[in-house]
């Protein structure tokens, strides 16, 4: 089956059927910043699945009742590689108890780990982490007598990713910071599934303004009408007092 | 008078110049926004994906695709830019920000920082505070100056480090100590707060330092 016919297929259908079940006990999800751009409706069709021991990278750990964590609350992960979990009280919880695996990146050495992998780099140096307990254990190296530690590409069998808009050719553009992580979680599997806002025909989206190309996107679902982002932390500020007399500022 | 937490943050914007690009952590750091000099141009970055970081929405405008390292919602300006982790992590790596503000639970005498983990509590992660140590041209740390009346400036740190040998300047509400951390390592005091003497000082700090005070207005 060729991709534009896997996409035209599934683009309609439920999520659960955008999912290659029975999955391999071995998962990537996209996620960068805490609840944003997270493909919060395929993390439910994981969950419906049942499918166990899951290896996941991603940079968050969700909240308790939100993103990841709904896949916490059903002990269906086994290990996590992550930057950072701290919203987590499940996580907490199961890492402590010895239930759950951790290891943790720095975020940006995380974010390189995907990307390489999805380009076809085994490994890569960086300064990040040398001297800490990052590196321990790994290769060193130095390059123009600065120290470097080498790092491993991540290649999954399965992202999923989350995109503003997609088109039927599988090209997908995100919005704002929603971006984060997903362009390199799209690149690095064998199969990515996105789930998008909108769904346009091919030419409705300027080629110069694609963020990822169709070629990574192996299947796609649509998002319903009304389908609601969730914010973790609402931070606002106040209307200068002649905004709140009804003056647009 | 022991500085405010306002007026640490004031402190840390003197670190600021026209046309850098700046990266703030959460906590403290997050104050240096508001102390910007009027016609400075100065654009924030955040290590989530974006450049030119806005101020916290109006009410009823908040936005779940745009939020700040720090997951709050946030805005963006006419000079704002989305790009993705890895893109932002590169410009971070790359040695592109030129100014890195973050907060500490040790720094050691030779520049060296802890500020992720305490062993046998809860483990949080380090975010991208690893990559932003060994990647901004300038670091500078914002702390209080004693955690449970112990020193957090000390000769070694005790705490898993987050670099080795990465901060220039460390701002406490007593005192500013620069840190040579290149070659041989020197601590030097150069500002204390007013009405904080230097016997004072040395008490409440466990690193070797030298005292050259500059004169600030």
């Known amino acids: 089956m060729n991709a534009i016919q896997a996409l035209s297929q599934l683009s309609y259908g439920p999520p659960e059927r955008a999912l290659p079940i029975p999955l391999a006990p071995a998962c990537r999800k996209a996620r960068g910043g805490g609840l944003c751009g997270i493909p919060s409706v395929l993390i439910e069709a994981i969950r419906e699945s049942g499918v166990r021991d899951l290896t996941i990278v991603s940079n968050n750990a969700g909240i308790d009742d939100a993103g990841l964590g709904l896949l916490l609350q059903t002990r269906q992960v086994r290990k996590m590689i992550s930057s950072y979990v701290g919203e987590n009280r499940t996580f907490a919880e199961q890492f402590l108890a010895g239930e759950l695996e951790i290891e943790f990146n720095p975020q940006g050495t995380l974010a390189e780990r995907i990307r390489a992998g999805g380009a076809g780099i085994p490994a890569f140096f960086t300064r990040t982490g040398v001297g800490t307990e990052v590196a321990k254990g790994k290769e060193t190296r130095e390059f123009d007598g600065e120290t470097y530690v080498m790092e491993r590409g991540l290649f999954a069998d ?46 409705e989206i300027n080629p110069d303004h694609i963020h990822t190309p169709g070629i990574f996107i192996k299947r796609m679902i649509v998002l319903p009408p009304g389908f609601e982002k969730r914010i973790e932390q609402r931070t606002v500020r106040k209307r200068p007092a002649a905004a709140a007399a009804g003056e647009e500022v | ?101 973050l ?55 005790t705490l898993p480090l987050t670099g080795a040998r990465v901060v220039d300047l460390v701002i406490t509400e007593l005192a500013v100590f620069e840190i040579a951390r290149k070659g041989d390592p020197r601590v030097t005091l150069i500002e204390l707060a007013p009405g904080v003497t230097e016997a004072e000082l040395r008490e409440k700090t466990e690193a070797e330092y030298a005292v050259a005070l500059r004169n600030v207005a």
């Not at chain 1, 599988?170 to 998008?196: D, E, I, W």
């Not at chain 2, 982790?85 to 790359?94: N, Q, V």
């Not at chain 2, 060994?134 to 112990?150: I, S």
Request: proline share 5%; hydrophobic share 40%.
């Open chain 2, 1 to 101: 008078m022991p500085w405010t937490r306002d007026e640490m943050a004031a402190r840390a914007a003197r670190e600021l110049q026209d046309g850098f690009y700046v990266n703030l952590g959460i906590g403290i750091p997050t104050l240096v926004a508001n102390h910007v000099p009027a016609g400075m141009n100065v654009q924030l970055q955040s290590e989530n994906g974006m450049l030119g970081l806005g101020p916290f929405p109006y009410q009823g405008e908040e936005d779940p695709d745009l939020i700040n390292a720090g997951k709050q919602t946030i805005t963006e300006l006419p000079t704002s830019s989305y790009f993705s982790s890895a893109d932002s992590f590169g410009m971070i790596r790359g040695g592109h920000i030129d100014l890195s503000i």
């Open chain 2, 103 to 157: 907060g500490a639970l040790q720094v050691a005498q030779n520049g060296d920082l802890a500020n992720w983990m305490i062993p046998g509590k809860m483990v949080k992660g380090m975010g991208g505070a690893m990559d932003l140590v060994a990647g901004v041209k300038r670091v500078v740390v914002l702390m209080e100056h004693t955690a449970g009346g112990k020193p957090k400036l000390l000769k070694a740190c």
């Open chain 1, 158 to 203: 399965l992202s999923i990713v989350h995109a503003w808009m997609g088109d039927t050719e599988g090209n997908l553009v995100y919005r704002k910071t929603a971006r984060n992580f997903n362009p390199m979680m799209a690149s690095a599997s064998r199969m990515t599934v996105a789930q998008v806002e909108h769904l346009v025909k091919p030419g």
